[in-house]
Each structure stands twice: as C-alpha cells, then as structure tokens.
C-alpha cells in the first residue's frame, strides 16, 4: 500500500461532510472495502445539508430545483421518506404527504433533512458492514499540508491538532467571498444566509443577475414585504405591506432574460449512456494534436442524441454550428419582452408536466452540460473561449428548471409592479462611491448611458469561479500542490486576439506555447491537482466545486457529486489494489 503497511488499513480524510461528502461516502460503502478508515470533517454539527439545504443557504421559503426521480439512488426513495414524516413536520414544511411523488419537490430545509437522514443510514450500514468511520462535528478544517516524502497529506483541524491520512478527499462546498458587504450599508455580496434579507424594504431594490440564485433573494424579500393572495381566479397576486409602499426588485442581466422553467424529464437522472466515451476522447485527442474538440461533442452529445429524440427540431439545425444553434434558440429570447416569453414557458411547463411530455432539445442541453465536464480540461483554449462566450449562456438559462411554485410569484410580483428586468450589457458595473452610494453603471439598449443609485444591492450571480489564491487551505498553495488551471492555445494568432482583449489571462512558456488562464485550480480526469511539470498528486482530490470550474465548468448538482464520485473512489479503491 503507498502510505501505510499491509497490515494497516489506508486512512481517507473526507473534508467537508454536505451532499458531495454524502455521495463519496456511498461510493466507499459500495466498494465493501473493509480495509480502510474513513474519517469525515464537518464544521457544522450535522451531515448531508452543505449550504444549499440548510440555514447558510435556505429559509421556509425556498425549494429545490430537482425532484426525487431525478435523484441518484439512496438508501430510501425521497417519496417514501416524505411519506413516513409525523405529520407535524409535513404541515410545517406545507408537503402533502398522500400525494406527494417522486416527480414533485420539496422545500430545501426539508430536502436538507432528507440528505441528513440517508448520510445517518449510510454511517449504520457503514457499522454493520465493517467499514470503520470517524465522524467529526463541529471540527473545521483549517489547512493541509503535502508530506510528499511519505506519500501522505495532514488536516489540520481548529488551526492547531494535525492528523496524517493517506488520502485526501476536499468537498468543502460553496464559497461566497464577502466582497464590501458588512463595510457599505445595504451592499450584499450574496443572498446567504438568506435570513439577512428578512425585512423590510421601502424602496427599489437592485438584484445583479437572474439565476435561482436572484429567485432565492426575491422569495425572501417578497414574504417580507407584502404577501401572496390566491384570488377566486386561482391566480396569485401580491399585495405590498403598508410600510413598503415603495417596495420593488430590479433585476439586472447581462443578456435581459428570464431562466427556463421546470418540464417533464423523460430521462431526469443524467448519465453519460449513449454518450461518447473516455476512450473515444482519447481517441479524439490523439488526432486532434492533444485536444477534444469542443465540435465533436455538439455533434456526438447533442445533435446525435437530439435526432434520436426529436427528428424535427433536428432537422432543423442539422447543418448548423454551434454557434448558428445557439442563435436560433436565442432569437425568441431576444425578439420578446422577458416576462412575456416567461408566461409562455411557464404555460409550455404546465402542459409538458400534465402530458408528461419532454421538450426534447431543452432536456439534450441538460445532457450536454453534463457531457461537457469530462472533455473540458482537454479543450483547446479557443474552444473554451467559444463555450464561455456562446454556449454556456444558454445552457445557464435553460437548465435552471425554475419549478413552478417560483415561477407563479415571479409573475405575480411582476404583474404588481413589484419585479422588472434590465438588460445592463457586457460592460455594465457596479461602483461604491466615497460616500458609500452604491451605482449600478450600464448602457441601455437604446445606447443612452444609465446610473441609477440603489439603497440596497444584492449579488445573485450565483456561486463564482474562485481563484487559486482563494483556496483555504494556504499550505498547499505555497507548497505548489495547487497550481492556475490553464488550457493551451490552438492557434497563436487566436492568443494575440486575446491579449488584446485580456492580456492578463493568457500566459506564453518558455517554448514559445500561449496558454489561457480559466478559473480555479488544475485538475485531471480524477479531480486530482496537477503540477506545473504535470504531475498529479495522488494523495488529494479536490470535489470543492468553487475551485475547479476552469476544468468543470458544469457541477449542477447531484449530478456532478454522483459522476465526481465514481471516479474519484474508483481511482482511490483501483490504486490502491494495484498497490496491495
């Protein structure tokens, strides 16, 4: 064994113990590997939530985006956990119980409990099946370090006791960076924990972004400001409190458009059966001077799946690039006033949902996003610039699935006078003056320049792409451990149209190769972090989704921990035989 003796079981460090932790340790536990030790670091007191289903990312208010069937499996299908609850803890989350499916979701308080309670039937079966683990509450993690001369990696718990494992797993979660929020009043660097937003608020206030991020913060701030009434119609309207007369959300967006909302899913657990394969990337990459070409997979991962599924649609983008593709989804977008095209999408939801009908190209995106994130590090870095700039925005909006219960206020809030929408442009900006006014800068469509000042401001472009220099754990970055992930350029003349653009974010070596920098730190195919030289240390994996997204630009979700996990596991149990 590297790192430990035969007779001695391989010590895992799991840091960090929400829903990716949740899913590793499944992964572990289905190996029924007896010879090792687990431990799990979490710095809150209870397991399976992460930010998004606990207090640090969630009130009453808010909901999942994703349903039961759409789920991995777990140890106890989420409509009948929904279905065992007391009866008190269902009419407090308002869940129905006798019709509730596994089409349907719930609050993400709920869904938290959920996740806690599979992680507790894991760690039992984990008792029962000799798999030892040690759990550690309340202990953060505070750094590692790299004891590369044994093999071997430190957790540093508290910022003072220090404990040696073999193996490494980091899957500390999101990451907000405080930015001017707690220095400038009314400034929110983000919308979590969400309780800081329950108040009033008597005048406009400015949303940066459109996202299910931007919909958490007008969830909240709606409750807290008026209330929803259900009217003889059925239609929902919002009445404002007395005291916020002058209550009202301003959503600002580069592209001025709305997300997509929830449909029917023929296939609502992704994976990659009937995509391209790891062995056909390499194949490619063997003939494409190193790199997957980023055309490949729109034609093997979308248009060849979307064929098969609707032969019509097809038809009509069969000869068309990826960039002709995403012109024509984006012209109806673009042809019709937001909230306008959101009614018809949300009545297009309802009638998807009640024929159980899929809309076929959006749930193809869906699989494409999801296909991206194997080839992605092995992009050219011109491909990665087409994927930022063309693709990726409209697979941002279409696979938010909205549900509808967030969709009916939007529209209520909207048809009050309470929401609106802005289209701000690529260059718009948010300036802090001197004296602490908060400036939105932006050109409207009309060209004509605008600078509203905003009392309250919230960011809600939802979970950045951090930098190396923001990864917590200082050791590693000053051992070299970590380094910028960076792709290479194709073509040198397509890297001297970027350093005219950026010239910060390209790199040239010593041999003369241009390399694009794209956020975070370098991974390869195991999330495990590469030198500069290329080498991969096999003693960490970094599933911490804030820090890898130059090379997974896609972790949505269950999704990504399901995929991630395999592998990761897969290439710790496989070395680890090989090593026996």
């Not at 060849?304 to 012209?331: G, S, Y």
Request: charged share 25%; glycine share 6%.
């Amino acid at each position: 064994m590297v790192g430990s003796t035969q007779l001695e079981k391989l010590r895992i460090a799991i840091v960090g113990g929400g829903p990716s932790a949740l899913f590793i340790f499944k992964k572990f536990l289905e190996a029924k590997r007896t010879d090792l030790e687990i431990h799990i670091f979490e710095r809150k007191q209870r397991l399976g939530l992460g930010m998004p289903y606990g207090e640090e990312g969630a009130n009453l208010e808010h909901i999942t985006n994703v349903s039961g069937n759409e789920l991995p499996d777990l140890v106890e299908p989420l409509a009948d956990w929904v279905r065992a609850l007391p009866e008190a803890t269902r009419l407090r989350f308002g869940v129905d119980g006798d019709r509730f499916t596994q089409e349907k979701v719930l609050p993400r308080l709920l869904f938290g409990q959920y996740l806690e309670s599979q992680f507790e039937s894991l760690l039992e079966a984990a008792r029962q099946g000799g798999l030892q683990t040690v759990v550690h509450l309340g202990r953060p993690v505070t750094d590692l370090r790299n004891l590369s001369d044994r093999g071997q990696m430190e957790v540093v718990v508290d910022g003072s006791t220090s404990i040696v494992f073999d193996r490494i797993i980091v899957c500390s979660g999101h990451n907000w960076p405080k930015g001017k929020e707690g220095e400038v009043p009314g400034f929110y660097a983000s919308p979590y924990p969400p309780a800081k937003l329950a108040k009033v608020f008597n005048h406009p206030v400015a949303l940066r972004g459109s996202s299910l991020t931007a919909v958490d913060a007008i969830r909240t701030l709606a409750l807290n400001n008026g209330t929803f009434v259900r009217k003889s119609s059925k239609q929902l309207e919002f009445v404002a409190l007395p005291e916020a007369e002058d209550f009202k959300i301003m959503m600002h967006t580069r592209n001025g458009l709305m997300p997509c909302v929830r449909i029917h899913l023929d296939d609502p657990e992704v994976s990659d059966e009937g995509l391209l394969q790891r062995h056909e990337w390499e194949e490619a990459k063997r003939v494409n001077d190193g790199f997957v070409p980023l055309d490949l997979v729109f034609e093997e991962d979308f248009k060849k799946v979307l064929a098969e599924r609707d032969p019509e649609i097809f038809d009509q983008i069969r000869d068309k690039t990826l960039e002709e593709f995403v012109a024509l989804a984006m012209a109806p977008r673009e042809d019709t006033r937001p909230f306008a095209l959101f009614k018809e999408e949300y009545a297009e939801s309802l009638r998807s949902l009640a024929k159980r009908e899929s809309i076929p190209w959006k749930e193809v995106l869906a699989i494409l996003s999801y296909a991206l994130n194997y080839p992605a590090k092995h992009f050219s870095a011109e491909d990665m610039l087409r994927l930022k700039n063309e693709l990726m925005p409209l697979i941002s909006i279409v696979i938010a699935f909205l549900p509808q219960e967030s969709c009916e206020e939007l529209i209520a809030l909207h048809d009050a006078g309470r929401l609106d929408l802005v289209a701000v442009g690529e260059d718009s900006k948010v300036e802090v003056t001197p004296t602490n006014q908060i400036v939105y800068r932006f050109t409207e469509e009309t060209g004509v320049e605008s600078s509203p000042i905003y009392q309250t401001y919230i960011d809600c472009v939802g979970q950045p792409h951090l930098s190396v220099q923001d990864f917590p754990f200082p050791t590693l970055i000053e051992q070299g451990v970590v380094r910028r992930a960076r792709l290479r350029f194709r073509c040198p003349e397509k890297a001297q149209e970027q350093i005219v653009k950026d010239p910060e974010s390209v790199e040239q070596d010593p041999d003369g190769t241009y390399h694009l920098f794209v956020p975070g730190i370098a991974i390869n195919d195991v999330y495990q972090p590469v030198s500069d030289e290329g080498h991969a240390n096999t003693s960490l994996h970094i599933m911490a989704v804030p820090y890898i997204g130059g090379h997974n630009p896609d972790y949505s979700g269950v999704d990504f921990c399901e995929e991630a996990s395999n592998l990761i596991v897969g290439a710790i149990v496989e070395l680890e035989h090989s090593n026996a």
